[in-house]
């Protein structure tokens, strides 16, 4: 198994793009998160998904983000415009039966 | 809500040398999960070992064990045999599957940061 998939390892964009993170959990898992961690406020969920329909998004921080999950195997974090304050190490994770959540490598995105 | 502290912003050890990561929790649950995931300098969140809270028996995997104390929600984890590659911050997270919309949220704990030196 390949375990959880996530591009780009690393991000470095300016101040007002559009930033896209990618996810593709792992075979089977129908659930899956997205987090930030910063060493301010540590991890942090900001959405999750089950069988594709978000259920919680409050972890959300403002408009400028959005999450998508079209299909089973793929989901998109975006950030729209990007600011400096967005600067993180983004985690994708998934699950199936039972509780453990399995991790991506993580995207590190700097906006400068 | 629950909350995980570690008390132990960081530590270090001696190669091949024992080691002793607290955890402690606040739940009224009885039902829940405990998990440590280690993140070495690469950033990647990694499994090393969950704990059922219904199990009474200590969770074990290769050279990490935990003492797990339900009463004094204590939650420690043991590196025996400690060797360079468990250099690393080690998190603490709780589930408690039983609470609604949140039941899949893991909460972490600040972490601990541990050095092995050679």
């Known amino acids: 198994d390949a375990g959880v998939i996530q591009s780009p390892r690393h991000e470095v964009t300016e101040m007002g793009q559009e930033v896209t993170l990618r996810c593709k959990p792992i075979?089977?898992?129908?659930?899956l998160f997205w987090y930030r961690q910063t060493m301010m406020r540590g991890l942090e969920l900001l959405i999750y998904?089950?069988?594709?329909?978000?259920?919680?998004d409050s972890g959300m921080p403002e408009d400028r983000f959005s999450a998508k999950m079209p299909n089973a195997s793929f989901s998109t974090l975006k950030i729209q415009p990007s600011e400096p304050r967005d600067s993180a190490v983004y985690f994708c994770?998934?699950?199936?039966?039972?509780?453990?959540?399995?991790f991506g490598p993580g995207t590190r995105l700097l906006v400068l | 809500a629950q909350t995980v502290t570690q008390s132990q912003p960081e530590m270090s050890v001696q190669e091949a040398e024992t080691v002793t990561l607290s955890c402690t929790y606040d739940t009224s649950e009885n039902n829940y999960y405990l998990f440590w995931y280690k993140q070495p300098p690469s950033r990647q969140m990694i499994l090393v070992i969950r704990?059922?809270?219904?199990?009474?028996q200590n969770a074990t995997e290769n050279r990490f064990s935990v003492n797990f104390q339900k009463a004094a929600k204590s939650f420690s984890l043991k590196i025996s045999d400690s060797q360079l590659g468990d250099t690393a911050m080690y998190f603490c997270?709780?589930?408690?599957?039983?609470?609604?919309?949140?039941?899949?949220?893991?909460?972490f704990g600040k972490g601990t940061k541990l050095s092995v030196i050679p």
């Open positions: 994770a998934s699950r199936a039966l039972g509780e453990t959540q399995y």
């Open positions: 998904f089950n069988n594709n329909v978000p259920i919680d």
């Open positions: 704990q059922e809270a219904y199990k009474q």
């Open positions: 075979s089977g898992h129908d659930y």
């Open positions: 997270a709780f589930l408690n599957p039983d609470s609604g919309a949140g039941s899949y949220q893991l909460t």
